[in-house]
């Protein structure tokens, strides 16, 4: 597993397993089996309404807490100082955590100054309980006010982010702030499964056209965070590290 050193000095595994729409039994059951494969990086949400099952699972397995990166998330509707505090003490409840390893804003909120929240964050990371902070699905002038508003490193930007919708520009400026791009939804929510260009690519490398679409961002050296609820692909989406795309193959899917 590949890790990209954060600008907090925290490093963070450039695959994890996403868990956006896993509840319940079910979500439990997915994560003990990918832990039980090797993910340590497990991306989850207070909107998600899975943090409790999170918590057990991974209690249940009883791994230790300093193998696991694990990343919450506030929602937008709780994005003033005293309502960031309230939901991340709800996070942590259900979690079962004294900490997580990065704090992101969900998504922006055009009704709350951002000084407001990145006040609470700074509290939360003063407090001891996150190592890291970020945000997620911000624009580029978002991105630059947040780097002027938080004392803290802003340490990554989760936006959508795929091989059939690329935001390169945002990418880029966001690469020139030391802020890496992890990728929600890095399979069009299964769509590229049946790509006609990923699979002719992947049947030259013995792989599947979501492998291929996986390897496309980490060369990219884009963090990225598939959701799977079956064992197969849960391992199917391991297997990108030992292989790589040529140049080639790399341009052939640069904004297609």
């Not at 943090?51 to 009883?62: E, H, N, T, Y």
């Not at 496309?216 to 990108?240: A, C, F, M, V, Y």
């Amino acid at each position: 597993m590949r890790n990209v050193k954060l600008a907090s000095g925290h490093e963070m595994p450039m695959l994890g397993l996403g868990t956006w729409r896993l509840k319940g039994k079910e979500c439990e059951r997915v994560i003990k089996t990918a832990v039980e494969l090797g993910y340590t990086h497990i991306d989850t949400a207070w909107m998600y309404e899975n943090q409790r099952a999170v918590g057990k699972a991974l209690r249940d397995i009883g791994i230790d807490r300093d193998k696991l990166f694990i990343t919450t998330k506030i929602w937008h509707t709780h994005l003033k100082h005293d309502d960031v505090l309230s939901q991340f003490d709800v996070c942590i409840r259900d979690l079962q955590m004294d900490y997580v390893d990065l704090l992101l804003i969900h998504w922006p909120s055009d009704s709350v100054p951002f000084e407001e929240t990145f006040a609470a964050f700074q509290e939360i990371y003063d407090s001891g309980k996150v190592k890291s902070i970020g945000i997620s699905n911000f624009s580029i002038a978002q991105v630059d006010r947040a780097c002027e508003i938080s004392d803290l490193p802003i340490c990554t930007n989760q936006v959508e982010y795929h091989v059939r919708s690329q935001k390169e520009e945002l990418r880029v400026h966001c690469e020139t702030r030391n802020i890496p791009i992890t990728a929600h939804r890095p399979l069009a929510v299964g769509n590229l499964s049946d790509d006609r260009e990923l699979t002719e690519i992947g049947d030259r490398h013995g792989k599947t056209a979501a492998q291929v679409a996986l390897r496309w961002l980490i060369q990219k050296d884009i963090i990225t965070i598939p959701k799977s609820g079956s064992e197969p692909h849960l391992r199917e989406n391991l297997d990108i590290f030992e292989w790589q795309l040529t140049d080639k193959e790399m341009q052939a899917l640069e904004n297609t």
